[in-house]
């Protein structure tokens, strides 16, 4: 049996198997251990240098997309919450991501200006090119432009000619490496907030992660290092620039990360979980309504200034219960696979000792923490009294649940529910 990757928050590795029967069960790609085959791909883009206001290359740059209201140059001022939606400027960056895509429709659905910052080649390995992510983003400005680069994104921000009034950020490393973590949950949410701030931003909604309050993984670090800054510059906001204020949303586990079983077990083959199967669970969200409570985070006062974990409605759903759903709904006998959890602490330990000595496979090393993680871990909210995870203690939000989704999937397929480039996230 060689051990593979899967998707979290799930039921975390996928499999290579091979019964004794010589039954043979392929799961996933061998992710986090590609690296040992190949070199690691890292993809570079070339992002143009925006100029000032009025230099074609800017005019080229900064794009307003189809079926859009001109975006409303106003005084910002830290009462924007008192303005109409129209005369409202949102920043989004992170809009490409699977649920910045969403933030952004719904943002616009609701009247704002919504400012789209995106990258020339954006999606899953970059395989969207400019006119793919105008239509996608349809309804906001866009800005393309590099968030990994606050001198870029202001250059590109000021070419817009317009203040902000609240920025949203959908940031997230699209493999979970350790440096990319870094780079992009950290460094360029950062750079978001501080080009945020310059252009008047007085509220910044950051799309974090429940998960965060066990944090054990680089990116959940990242993320940490950023919400304590967030707070912070909250709490230290200078006569100079208008009070900052902050939502910090933690979602429990989304769709596309429950989803990676449903084609394999529609082919007649076993769902796969670790342990029992009841070793972790989740009250999956869906993109549209986690959109929907991100929105509603840009104008309620009740959810300013705090930390908002959310999962989609009912009950927490164990790997075990996400099975029996998807083969009832196939109208399929349930067929199981259970692995023991120690199979992915014998793989950790060997990817951790081999990083000792090929410092090039921290990633692989890492890639398997996350999937060991999302295996045992529930994504809930954790009991402070008893340390441990509550369904109930989890609220609640929207009205899309995971067996209607099931359901879509097993009749529409897989479109849009991609992982990213590690099928991890
Ligand atoms: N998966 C889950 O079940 C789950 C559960 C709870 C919370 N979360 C959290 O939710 C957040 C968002 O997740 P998601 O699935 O929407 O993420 P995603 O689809 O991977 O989107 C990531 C976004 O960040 C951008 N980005 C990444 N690297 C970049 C770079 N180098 N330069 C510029 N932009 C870059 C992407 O732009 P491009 O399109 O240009 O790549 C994209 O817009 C993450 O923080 C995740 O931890 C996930």
């Given at each position: 049996m060689s051990l593979v990757f899967l998707p979290p928050p799930s039921n975390a590795l996928h499999f290579h198997y091979?019964?004794?029967?010589?039954?043979?069960?392929?799961?996933?790609?061998?992710?986090?251990?590609?690296?040992?085959?190949?070199?690691?791909?890292?993809?570079?883009?070339?992002?143009p240098r925006l100029r000032r206001p009025?230099?074609?290359?800017?005019?080229?740059?900064i794009i307003k997309a189809s079926n859009q209201s001109p975006a409303t140059t106003t005084t910002t001022t830290s009462s924007f919450r008192n303005k109409s939606p129209k005369d409202i400027n949102i920043l989004v960056v992170g809009s490409t991501g699977y649920i910045g895509r969403f933030v952004v429709r719904e943002l616009s659905a609701r009247g704002f200006n919504v400012v789209s910052v995106a990258r020339e080649r954006s999606g899953i390995r970059g395989r969207n090119d400019r006119e793919k992510t105008l239509r996608d983003?349809?309804?906001?400005?866009?800005?393309?432009s590099d968030v990994t680069d606050a001198e870029a994104l202001d250059r590109s921000l000021a070419g817009l000619g317009l203040p902000i009034d609240a920025a949203v950020c959908c940031l997230a490393s699209r493999n979970g490496g350790i440096k990319d973590s870094w780079n992009i949950d950290y460094a360029a949410t950062k750079n978001s907030l501080t080009v945020a701030r310059r252009f008047g931003a007085s509220h910044f909604v950051l799309l974090s992660a429940i998960c965060v309050q066990k944090p054990?993984?680089?990116?959940?670090?990242?993320?940490?290092?950023?919400?304590?800054?967030?707070?912070?510059?909250?709490?230290?906001?200078?006569s100079s620039s208008p009070p900052l204020t902050y939502s910090i949303v933690r979602p429990t586990a989304f769709f596309k990360s429950l989803a990676g079983q449903v084609d394999l077990v529609k082919d007649g083959k076993p769902y796969v979980m670790f342990g029992d199967g009841k070793l972790c669970a989740c009250k999956p969200i869906s993109e549209e309504d986690l959109a929907k409570f991100i929105a509603d985070c840009v104008l309620d006062e009740d959810k300013m200034n705090k930390i908002l974990p959310v999962g989609?409605?009912?009950?927490?759903?164990?790997?075990?219960?996400?099975?029996?759903?998807?083969?009832?709904?196939?109208?399929?006998?349930?067929?199981?696979?259970?692995?023991?959890?120690?199979?992915?602490?014998?793989?950790?330990?060997?990817?951790d000792s081999l990083t000792k000595v090929f410092p090039a496979l921290e990633d692989a090393a890492e890639f398997g923490k996350i999937g060991r993680y999302y295996a045992a871990e529930s994504m809930l909210l954790l009991d402070p009294q008893t340390g441990e995870y509550s369904s109930e203690m989890t609220p609640s939000y929207g009205t899309d649940t995971l067996e209607d989704f099931f359901q879509r999937v097993i009749k529409e397929g897989m479109a849009g529910q991609e992982l990213g480039e590690q099928t991890i996230f």
């Open positions: 091979h019964t004794s029967n010589n039954n043979h069960l392929l799961l996933h790609l061998p992710s986090f251990i590609s690296p040992l085959l190949n070199a690691p791909q890292t993809h570079h883009y070339h992002y009025t230099t074609p290359n800017l005019i080229h740059s983003l349809s309804g906001s400005t866009v800005c393309f054990v993984l680089q990116f959940q670090r990242a993320k940490l290092k950023f919400e304590a800054e967030l707070i912070s510059s909250s709490s230290s906001s200078s989609g409605p009912g009950k927490a759903l164990t790997p075990l219960e996400q099975g029996e759903m998807l083969f009832r709904l196939l109208g399929k006998k349930p067929k199981f696979l259970k692995v023991p959890i120690g199979v992915m602490d014998f793989a950790i330990a060997l990817l």
